[in-house]
């Protein structure tokens, strides 16, 4: 997976690590895999247009323009992952639960400042956890499934795209020093949010060290 050296995995800023064994785990069950991925970029697209009118006290230019460029994104995503599901025999349910992306929610702090400043902060967390599962699902599936190592490998650079929007919409908009304070406080929680999530064929599951 080519990358200019700075945008390679390893200096992703994550404080967790997820190892192959975890994409090997989750690609034994491959169409409850992409439901869950589904209802991500559906939940994500549905994020960003919703963003799109918190802008902050200070109106910030290209506001509208990012934030609808990001949902026009990640509605083609929705929309290549449900092809895939669908020529696999696979249908999306009507439910569906992400324990991973509620937790990070819940330090979404009250107030017009603080809160644009951490749904801004939550949403680069999630695209940034995202990219790096994307990119060892796209290692695991290799040598087993071709056409999700080639889809998921496709969709690292744009998660990693995303995540360096929303981050730096969160310094431009609270000021570098405060954002990037906040953003060492979410990697921390993130770290420990993942370790305790279950098991299971999802983007955002735990993985058990064995």
């Known amino acids: 997976m080519p990358q200019h050296k700075s945008d390679t995995l390893d200096t992703l800023p994550l404080l967790s690590r997820t190892p192959i064994e975890w994409g090997c785990a989750v690609l034994a069950d491959p169409i409850a895999l992409l439901i869950d991925h589904a209802f991500l970029e559906k939940k994500a697209a549905n ?27 990640e509605a083609a995503h929705l929309a290549q992952v ?5 020529r696999r025999g696979g249908r999306l349910c009507r439910i569906h639960k992400n324990p991973y992306a509620n937790a990070l929610r819940t330090m979404v702090r009250k107030g017009e400042i603080g809160d644009t400043l951490d749904r801004l902060l939550v949403s680069a967390m999630i695209e940034l956890r995202s990219c790096e599962r994307f990119s060892v699902l796209a290692e695991a599936a290799r040598e087993v499934d071709a056409e999700l190592a080639g889809f998921y490998k496709a969709l690292y650079t744009s998660e990693l795209g995303h995540y360096k929007v929303f981050l730096k919409l969160a310094q431009k908009g609270a000021g570098k020093e405060e954002a990037d304070a906040r953003w060492q406080e979410m990697l921390e929680a993130e770290a420990r949010i993942l370790a305790a999530q279950p098991l299971g064929p999802r983007i955002h599951s735990g993985w058990v060290e064995r």
Request: hydrophobic share 45%; proline share 6%.
């Open 82 to 86: 449900t092809r895939i599901l669908t």
């Open 47 to 73: 994020n960003a247009m919703d963003m799109m009118t918190r802008w902050p006290g200070e109106w910030l230019p290209g506001w509208v323009e990012t934030m609808t460029n990001v949902a026009r994104d």
